[in-house]
């Protein structure tokens, strides 16, 4: 993260891939912000955006869940699996988005974005990176 890109206040650099319908348009518009016209991912809220991508991913059916996903924890420093049955999806959803926000990413970075605190009883707390089967 450069502190040049941090705050920055622009929140349409670089461009936007080709949306499929006008339909998208839409719906994105009657979803997010009332009188805002979506143009890029940039331009929606994270939450929303990430909620409603793996929603789309879920209806689609592209990829199936692997048999381990229920018992899977995502870090070492986690102690339980995720809670949300469907955490694959939201996590693909924010990874897609990272990507389309700053491309060229691979799976150290996701790694260490995704990556957390490890606990270790009375020593100090570790910063300790996230799985990386998950992010391939």
Same mark, same amino acid.
């Given at each position: 993260?450069?502190?040049?890109?941090?705050?920055?206040?622009?929140?349409?650099?670089?461009?936007?891939?080709?949306?499929?319908?006008?339909?998208?348009? #839409?719906?994105?518009?009657?979803?997010? %912000?009332?009188?805002?016209? *979506? $143009? @890029?991912? +940039?331009?929606? =809220?994270?939450?929303?955006?990430?909620?409603?991508?793996?929603?789309?991913?879920?209806? #689609?059916?592209?990829?199936?869940?692997? %048999?381990?996903?229920?018992? *899977? $924890? @995502?870090? +070492?420093?986690? =102690?339980?699996?995720?809670?949300?049955?469907?955490?694959?999806?939201v996590r693909t959803a924010s990874m897609v988005r990272k990507i389309?926000?700053?491309?060229?990413?691979?799976?150290?970075?996701?790694?260490?974005v995704y990556g957390g605190q490890q606990r270790r009883g009375t020593?100090?707390?570790?910063?300790?990176?996230?799985?990386?089967?998950?992010?391939?």
């Amino acid at each position: 993260f450069g502190s040049s890109q941090l705050g920055s206040g622009s929140p349409r650099s670089g461009s936007a891939p080709p949306v499929p319908s006008a339909m998208a348009y #839409q719906f994105y518009d009657a979803h997010f %912000k009332e009188g805002h016209k *979506v $143009k @890029t991912v +940039k331009d929606v =809220e994270a939450e929303k955006f990430i909620a409603a991508f793996a929603q789309h991913l879920k209806r #689609q059916g592209r990829f199936e869940i692997p %048999k381990w996903a229920d018992v *899977v $924890k @995502t870090s +070492k420093a986690k =102690e339980l699996p995720p809670l949300n049955p469907d955490w694959l999806y939201v996590r693909t959803a924010s990874m897609v988005r990272k990507i389309y926000i700053r491309g060229g990413s691979g799976v150290g970075a996701f790694r260490k974005v995704y990556g957390g605190q490890q606990r270790r009883g009375t020593c100090t707390n570790v910063f300790c990176k996230s799985s990386g089967k998950i992010a391939r």
